[in-house]
């Protein structure tokens, strides 16, 4: 088990080292704060935004709890909605990440929440503001084993906080004026790899489209984003959710081995695990 003496000891080794390498930096930030991103995200231990995005002090506006969970504007008190309020009009902030990740905790209690009701009160009552998330995955998700179920509901749930964000006041008139990009992420622990929710083709993949990507607040048709060049590949991708189906069902079938564009894959960690799951061999 760490001791406290082992955190202290680590205290004068940053600033021994971390600190005095950066010295400027945190004189700079002394006098105030300007972060270019909200990343919200779960409280988990094993996530550290700043680590796995390679980002430094002073450049995240973080705000954590369990399940990454944003309860819709009006439902609770807490800290979260004022967290949201201050970055965006205060700080400025016009890039919001919402980032769930493997393993998660708060999402197997979600698809047992009627269990902690007398054990866990409180993590009850919290999680509550992702039923949502538990009717959508157990009304159109009923052939799954258990884990895949977990794995889906942490990429579902995700979608399901981007859409209680967006009741926010602030965060829907940013929206309406292209000043906000709202973004959805999967971090896998046990590979370090980060997958984004891409909307045009309602399915996850890796990040670097997000560079590319229409603003959520355009007022434009979902059709004129789509380069109808290129069709998206809903069965190359590790997740897809139901409304992929919609996509692919509309573009020729990809061209991937023994796959057909239509499949509704749960969130896999690589693409012999997707295609062995589809195949549906643990069924």
Not at 227 to 250: E, G, I, Y
Request: charge should be negative.
């Amino acid at each position: 088990m760490k001791r406290l003496e082992a955190l202290i000891d680590g205290l004068q080794e940053f600033r021994e080292t971390y600190y005095a390498e950066n010295q400027e930096l945190f004189e700079s930030l002394a006098h105030g704060q300007k972060p270019k991103f909200l990343f919200i995200t779960c409280s988990d231990s094993r996530v550290d935004p700043n680590l796995i995005t390679h980002s430094d002090i002073g450049e995240l506006f973080v705000l954590r709890n369990a399940g990454n969970i944003v309860p819709p504007f009006g439902s609770a008190n807490g800290g979260e909605g004022a967290a949201i309020e201050y970055a965006i009009t205060a700080l400025g902030i016009e890039q919001v990440i919402i980032c769930g990740h493997s393993h998660c905790g708060a999402m197997k209690g979600l698809l047992k929440l009627s269990e902690l009701e007398t054990e866990m009160p409180l993590v009850y009552e919290w999680l509550r503001h992702s039923e949502g998330t538990l009717r959508l995955v157990k009304d159109n998700y009923t052939s799954y084993s258990n884990e895949e179920l977990i794995e889906i509901t942490i990429a579902e749930n995700v979608l399901t906080q981007i859409d209680n964000l967006k009741t926010y006041p602030i965060v829907r008139s940013r929206l309406y004026q292209g000043k906000l990009k709202i973004y959805g992420w999967i971090y896998h622990i046990e590979t370090g790899e980060v997958l984004a929710y891409d909307p045009v083709t309602h399915a996850y993949k890796h990040p670097q489209s997000d560079l590319a990507s229409p603003s959520e607040a355009g007022k434009k048709s979902l059709g004129q984003f789509i380069d109808h060049n290129s069709r998206p590949l809903v069965c190359n991708l590790p997740f897809s959710t139901p409304k992929a189906q919609k996509v692919a069902k509309a573009e020729p079938k990809a061209i991937v081995p023994d796959l057909p564009a239509t499949a509704n894959l749960p969130l896999a960690t690589s693409p012999q695990q997707a295609a062995r799951i589809y195949r549906g061999s643990k069924r």
